[in-house]
């Protein structure tokens, strides 16, 4: 029996961690005899579920990623088996199993339907230990090296800390630099860089010099830290934190999340740092020569116009002085607290004056 990833570019750091631990796996770019393994995210959900509905194989759908796991009663409307959460360890027992015709009710982490229709959730799983589990399989694909994973802050908006529990892990420096032998150019996935060794809560740059001081001292490595693919919170931001990255890193800009321009709003989705913090962070970035890449939300429940043109004036704010930001329209995401609300709508002059600076290169991002 084939067993085979569903490729797609948008889930190709999913695919690097789970194809190794399953041997020869095929990657296809449409359903496959056989067992066929999609991870995904909400805004993929819509054209997944009618590929899996239109095929016409004879396959053993399984379902991963975030909006399996937030929403698994409909994604079992299309596959047969969803992994509820992280797939290291629940994924290779899900298809021994399968391969084997086994029985797996006592499989922990999954969700099915019994022969009557009934959703069956089985036990939950502990979370994994990261060391055991390389990022990648350098012979199979690659992709950024992820140094933590979860997240202890509760925005309403944001899957992760629902998915990983709240808890934020980290992989050891040992592991990391393993990863790191496959790369020149290193660069990072995490909810907040500079929250690597600690609780996610309370910084702890010590741990953080740690890393970046070990990779450092690999010959022909440059360092990319607190960047894309990853970010950090503005309140993370510090003189002495910043001077760690210009001290071992090569990248000329960060990426913080400040998200809206209105504390109110800050407080209500339960985001963990003001306005003040994120204006703060901004000018410490632009002290030490590095560019701020800031990420804005719009459409919060509830918001109002007075409320965005707050945003609105921090985003302007930030491209005069020199900073770029992307903004994007509130997606609410399944499995979190905004999972049903009504969006609010975007205002006349904040479409308006996003639109201008976009043409002229200051923004990038869909506020509509």
Not at 170 to 195: G, M, P, Q
């Amino acid at each position: 029996m084939d067993v085979c990833f569903r490729w797609n570019k948008k889930n190709a750091y999913s695919l690097a961690a789970l194809a190794p631990l399953i041997p020869d796996t095929l990657r296809v770019k449409s359903p496959h005899d056989g067992i066929m393994i999609y991870s995904l995210v909400s805004r993929q959900a819509e054209s997944v579920f009618k590929e899996v509905a239109d095929s016409s194989t004879n396959s053993i759908f399984i379902s991963g990623g975030p909006h399996p796991s937030g929403a698994p009663e409909e994604t079992l409307k299309y596959f047969d088996y969803v992994i509820m959460g992280e797939g290291e360890e629940t994924l290779p027992e899900l298809v021994q199993a399968l391969k084997a015709g086994k029985d797996v009710s006592k499989i922990k982490g999954i969700a099915y339907k019994n022969q009557n229709g009934k959703i069956i959730f089985t036990e939950k799983r502990e979370p994994v230990d990261l060391d055991k589990y390389p990022c990648f399989d350098p012979k199979i694909l690659m992709a950024p090296i992820e140094i933590s994973r979860g997240c202890p802050f509760r925005c309403k908006y944001c899957q992760t800390p629902r998915l990983f529990k709240g808890r934020l892990r980290h992989r050891s420096i040992d592991s990391i630099v393993e990863c790191a032998k496959n790369y020149d150019d290193l660069r990072f996935t995490s909810s907040n860089s500079l929250a690597y060794g600690s609780d996610g809560i309370h910084l702890r740059l010590d741990k953080v010099e740690k890393l970046l001081s070990t990779l450092d001292q690999m010959e022909g490595k440059t360092i990319y830290f607190g960047t894309f693919p990853s970010e950090v919170r503005p309140e993370f931001i510090s003189n002495e934190s910043l001077e760690l990255i210009t001290k071992y890193c090569s990248n000329t800009k960060i990426s913080l999340g400040a998200q809206s321009g209105s504390d109110r709003i800050l407080r209500e989705i339960l985001r963990g740092h003001t306005v003040d913090d994120v204006v703060q962070s901004i000018e410490l970035c632009f002290d030490h020569g590095l560019t701020p890449m800031v990420d804005f939300m719009v459409g919060f429940p509830g918001e109002t116009e007075e409320e965005q043109d707050m945003s609105l004036e921090l985003i302007e704010w930030i491209c005069k002085k020199g900073g770029n930001v992307h903004s994007h329209y509130l997606t609410p995401l399944p499995g979190t607290p905004y999972a049903d609300v009504e969006t609010a709508p975007v205002s006349k002059r904040f479409r308006k004056v996003m639109g201008k600076m976009a043409l002229n290169g200051k923004v990038t991002g869909t506020w509509e």
